[in-house]
């Protein structure tokens, strides 16, 4: 009898929980060493941005940007594709809904913030594209085309938010502030900086995993990652249905800077994303989320927790915010190894074991 | 003779499933013993512990009498007990030597002694009276070669009893010929062999002693020469079978025609013609076999007619309208039932569950999609159906295809493809690696499905099931047709020739 995935949950959740662990573990060694109490450290990390209503607000809100990121590449691994150029399609989707929540000025705040996603969404899907063409038709390896055209953006948009776009009147590079209208307010509630765009990242979360657990494309994509031969031979269109893919991963990398630059920068600077960059913390949040829309968001709060987090052990204790990079690094290092097979179930694992000390 | 390897009560559990059960067999010095039976019955778990692959959760092994314990094949090895799979496990850019002597090669002073290893393997070769050479790069040799090669490698270690999963599957019946006669050889030289298969024919002509597993127990320990084929099949599956279901009482093909392919040619990605000119038409209420010795570009006739490679010249028709290059999903809206060549690979998504792989390519028939959503409660109706109608043994009937033997996989398929009223079905070696029942099943729903009016274009390397089953039998040899026969009036030495390449005969 063939058991059922679910019956082996328990590594899986093993498998992600132990990485993060690990990296907590020696995490906290250096901490010791900078002469610090470590389990102190973390208690003000996580205690705040988990466990005080406004501080957990603020992590969601933080998230929100994550969560699409996470989820954009999540989509695209479905189908043994990685987008890894999810840092570029954020940049790029959040520059132009940036130009154009300061340029335009529409009458009703509505469209005016549609109009702008809508734009960061665009550009998101058509830098997207360059790389999907190239390996639908030409057979280019996308992983190296996205990672190369990310670096490739990025001094775009240097030049252009220091040059055409440059903010006249301000001290360091910038382009124009967008306008109100185009603005995600704060809701306001228990004073955290929570705004829509929030629970606009949240929905769609839900739209792509019903679009993946019970639609055509959405198996149609699991065919492809899980066995290419068979979907081609039973007419899935292989090549369409990767330019599909990427371009709804392009789209929410654009979207996650369109709702970026309107919920929390509302102008573009050079770090707009932040240091190690929304879209390659997206990549650790799929990978830790293992590539699961329920897993994504979770992995996407636990970040956004750490990220907020950072502040606060920077504020209270001598403890440098960076120990959050290097906590960074250590759990995508301990992802990598997979420490228990998730062929078989802990309790199965354990019985063999036994059987395997009475034989021996 | 004396008794070399036996098993008492020999039990091996999987969970809860028990594979083996009480297993009793005994192989006797110097004999072919087959080990027979359906798909899932057990024969490999059987032999994976003979290997040291499993370790048996009750029971014991003797070897010579004595009881021995085998914590992997390297155990084994060392005990003479040598095992070739039925996944050859060889390096393609070494050659044959190299292959033979990999993981206990022969050095002196440190370096690799070429020269030294040479010699020994040219020896072997000679004392067992292969025909291969040892200086051949492994990509460049054939399948059956192949299995020399890993038959070579357990000799060279000093087996004595020799295992064999299901070799004669990959290859064409020019090398089991050879593959028969090896094994015969060997057997004079002193060596005991285990053969696994389910091809009862090879059965009679190699082995000295049969044992019938069905269901992880043994139901029948026989005598070669005590016994028939029919005997046999009905030991494993339990019930009287038909060991060929025949094309005989059905009405005659209609005159109309139902499909026509017209002069293709394609190209291999080195650019190569590996199709010239083919032609051939099939008629409503007919089935048309392709025969042909594997390799002969039976495989991409396939993939052009099935829509995953294109035609570089020539048309293809069904009914009148023009499916040149079309792409698998228009071919199969347009009428076109698709059984690959291998089911796992192009026909069903093994990680993936047996309602999805019901629906794959046929998403807008049954009610099953609704505007790209699909609907759960619709797929299982569906699946449920199928696995009724088709008589498809499964354990979980939502769960993944990987749960299912390799005939009820297949069966999965045919309904699939079965169930969407096809004008025309391309059966690809509809029955290879599928136990006799499944056969059976198989080649009762393809000519009923003829009977009903419905075209059926048969390719497959089992000579016995084309000539059972087709109405016209048209011979592929080097990329194009070579001839076309009567199954009726021709033999099979006939159409052996025609396979061969020898002299074109009744062109029309």
Redesign the interface.
Known sequence: ?????SDYIGPKVLNTLLPVGLAFLIGGIIILCIGENPLEAYRIMLGKSLFTAKGFLNTLHYASPLLLTGLAIAITFKANLFNMGVEGQLLVGGFFAGIAGASLDLTSPVMQKVVCMLVGIGCGVLFALIPALLRAFFHVDEMVVTLMLNYAMIKVLEYLSSGPFREAGSGYVCTPVIHESAMFQRLGIGNSRLTMFFFLAFAILLIMTFIFK??????EI??IG??P?????????VRRKIIILMCISGALAGLAGAGHMMSEKFKYTLGFSGTTGLGWDGMLIALLGRHNPIGVLLAAIFYSALKTGADNINMYTSVPKEIVGVLQGLIILFLAVQFLDERFGLR?RFARRMSRKE?A | MSIIIETKKLTKKF???VANSKIDIQVEKQEIKCIVGENGAGKSTLMNMLYGVY?PTSGMILLNGKEIVMNSPTDAIRNGIGMVHQHFKLVPSLTVYENILLGSEITKRGLIDRREEITKVKKLIEQYQFQIDPMEKIQNISVGLCQQVEILKMLYRNVDILILDEPTAVLTPQEVDRLMENLKALKKQGKTIIVITHKLREVMYVSDSVTVIKSGQVIGNVKTKDTNETELAQMMVGRDVVLTVRNESGPKPREEEAYRVEGICTVNDSNHEILHNVSLYVKKGEVLGIAGVEGNGQSELIKVL???MTVTKGKVLLGGKDMTNA??????KFGIG?I?EDRY????????TIP?NCI??Y?DTHGV?NK???K?GKMKQLCDDYIQKYDIRV??QY??I??LSGGNAQKVIIAREFENNPDLIIACQPTRGVDIGSIEFIHRQLLALRNAGKAVLLISSELTEIMSLSDRIVVMYKGGIIGEVDPQAASAEEIGLLMAGAGAKGGN
Do not use: H, Y
């Open positions: 009898m063939t058991k059922k995935k019970k639609t055509k494309l959405g198996m699991t065919a899980k066995n031969d068979f979907a081609e031979a039973t007419g899935m269109r199965e034989e | 969970g809860d499933f370790k099935t829509g995953v792409w698998p999903d228009k071919l199969r698709i690959p690979a192009q026909g069903l998504c093994k990680e993936m999805e794959a390519g998403f999609c790209g959503v699909l759960s354990s979980d769960g993944v990987s749960q």
